[in-house]
């Protein structure tokens, strides 16, 4: 079946590199999405790749794909206490996702200690 | 990025009465959104795919006379929990579709809905 797997907490000082692990299962997804959430917010889509690339980066977060071994991790570099959050690991699934029908993870919260 | 907004952003009702939370995407064209609903401490999940002039699809497990869904023009759809009971107490959020992007989906605010 379909499932994506993420630890539940992460704590890191600021100024520190943050690094948010994932596994998913379905090696058909074409797309793997990393979303973030404030506390009582929506989401907020941070980041994506594709699944024939191996890395994306995009300012301070950078984006590993192993596709070999389904995961994907989310590098935030020099983490800021604006960075605390959840962050949501997303395979779009066989159809791509153009159906909404995003699989999520249950969300790794982020707890940056000045 | 696209602008996606929902309306309101918690409620609290009395067990029995019926509430609507809207879902507007305020600078594109959305002719499908997508309702979610997220537990404490859990993921998303898709509820339904709202299609603007046409019936929404349910997921499986999704009661559709619970919860109505209305996408009655391209910038607008609403989610009306019927008849709503403690149990339908959670965080509702809405995504669109914007870009031609597969699977670019941006989110709303979410919608916080206690039922006593």
């Known amino acids: 079946g379909e499932d994506v797997e993420q630890s539940l907490f992460l704590s890191v000082r600021e100024g520190d590199s943050s690094v948010i692990n994932c596994t998913y299962t379905?090696?058909?997804?074409?797309?793997l999405y990393w979303y973030k959430q404030e506390p009582g917010a929506g989401l907020q889509l941070l980041t994506y790749?594709?699944?024939?690339?191996d890395m994306k980066q995009d300012q301070r977060l950078t984006v590993l794909l192993n596709k070999k071994d389904k995961h994907l991790s989310l590098r935030i570099a020099d983490t800021q206490t604006g960075d605390s959050a959840i962050y949501f690991c997303?395979?779009?699934?066989?159809?791509?996702?153009?159906?909404?029908?995003?699989?999520f993870g249950k969300g790794t919260k982020l707890s940056v200690k000045p | 990025g696209a602008v996606v907004s929902q309306h309101p952003s918690w409620v609290i009702c009395k067990s029995g009465t019926s509430v609507k939370i809207e879902c507007r995407s305020l600078d594109f064209q959305a002719t499908t959104m997508f309702w979610y609903r997220q537990f404490p401490k859990q993921s998303l999940m898709l509820m339904a795919t709202?299609?603007?002039?046409?019936?929404?699809?349910?997921e499986q497990g999704v009661e559709k006379d619970k919860f109505l869904i209305n996408h009655a023009s391209l910038t607008l759809s609403t989610l009306t929990v019927t008849s709503a009971h403690p149990e339908d107490s959670s965080f509702y959020i809405c995504?669109?579709?914007?870009?031609?992007?597969?699977?670019?989906?941006?989110f709303g605010e979410g919608s916080r809905l206690t039922v006593l």
């Open positions: 790749i594709f699944s024939n690339m």
């Open positions: 997303a395979e779009s699934g066989k159809d791509g996702g153009s159906q909404g029908n995003l699989i």
């Open positions: 709202s299609n603007e002039g046409s019936k929404a699809t349910y």
């Open positions: 995504s669109a579709r914007a870009g031609q992007l597969t699977g670019e989906l941006f």
């Open positions: 379905d090696s058909s997804s074409t797309y």
